[in-house]
């Protein structure tokens, strides 16, 4: 069974930095997509930066040039770097990732269940 373990969440002020961590584990033959979701309270969930397995990367424009993510193919991990929080960063982030299990091998979507991050002075 697949499995998305998130990490790293926390308060902070505006204007610190978080570093999330998501490992996927279980019987896997391929991780194609990884990525990070966040839904603050009353809204839907929201991209926040994708990767694929050739680490190409795709930012919400709200987090350009804050944010960084990155993955590591061996450890079967994704990592967000979060620079310069802001107050409206506030929100359940969620790891996400396109996993092809070893029976089948269909690529499925996983998520995992979130950490709360929360920026306030």
């Known amino acids: 069974q697949v499995q998305l373990a998130e990490s790293g969440g926390g308060l902070v002020q505006p204007g610190g930095s978080l570093r999330l961590s998501c490992a996927a584990s279980?019987?896997?033959?391929?991780?194609?997509?990884m990525g990070w979701y966040r839904q603050a309270p009353g809204k839907q969930r929201e991209l926040v930066a994708t990767?694929?397995?050739?680490?190409?990367?795709n930012y919400a424009d709200s987090v350009k040039s804050r944010f960084t993510i990155s993955r590591n193919n061996a450890k079967n991990t994704v990592d967000l770097q979060m620079n310069s929080l802001k107050p409206e960063d506030t929100a359940v982030y969620f790891c996400?990732?396109?996993?092809?299990?070893?029976?089948?091998?269909?690529?499925?979507?996983?998520w995992g269940q979130g950490t709360q991050v929360t920026v306030s002075s």
């Open positions: 990767i694929t397995s050739g680490n190409r990367t």
């Open positions: 279980g019987s896997i033959f391929h991780i194609y997509a």
């Open positions: 996400n990732a396109q996993i092809a299990p070893l029976r089948p091998p269909v690529p499925y979507i996983y």
